[in-house]
C-alpha cells in the first residue's frame, strides 16, 4: 500500500478506523499490555527522528517509507481494535511486527531512542 507523501511524516497522528490515531489506541493497549505498547512507541520514535530531516520531501525518505508502511498496516489494526473495544488485542500481529520493525530499524542504523538529561 502506497501512503501518501503528506501522510509518511506525522504517520502516528494520522486518523484511522473511528477516528483513532496510532497514538490514541497506544493509550488503550497500554492498560493491558504497556511493554507491549512501549515497544510500538519506540519504534514511532525512532521512526519520527529518523523521518525528521525529510520533512520538506518526505517522497525522499527511500527505505524508510517502507517501515512507515509496515507501522501503518499495523496502525490500522490497533485502531480497528481499539474502536471495537479492549478485549483480545492483536498480540500475535504486534509481536510480529515489532521483532521485525526493530531489525529493519537497527538495519537502517536508525539509532534507539535515548534519554536526554539536560
Avoid at 525529510?54 to 512507515?68: N, Q, R, S, T
Amino acid at each position: 500500500m502506497a501512503i501518501p507523501p503528506d501522510q509518511i511524516i506525522g504517520f502516528s497522528e494520522q486518523p484511522r478506523a473511528g477516528n483513532w490515531t496510532l497514538r490514541s489506541a497506544l493509550v488503550r493497549l497500554a492498560q493491558p499490555e504497556p511493554l507491549r505498547s512501549e515497544a510500538i512507541l519506540q519504534i514511532v520514535r525512532r521512526l519520527d527522528a529518523a523521518l525528521k530531516p525529510f520533512e520538506k520531501d518526505p517522497e525522499k525518505a527511500g527505505d524508510l517509507i517502507a517501515v512507515v508502511e509496515t507501522i501503518g498496516e499495523l496502525s490500522d489494526a490497533l485502531c480497528e481494535w481499539a474502536q471495537a473495544g479492549p478485549a483480545n488485542p492483536p498480540l500475535a500481529l504486534i509481536d510480529q511486527t515489532c521483532a521485525a520493525l526493530f531489525a529493519r530499524l537497527d538495519e537502517l542504523g536508525v539509532p534507539m531512542d535515548r534519554i536526554r538529561d539536560d
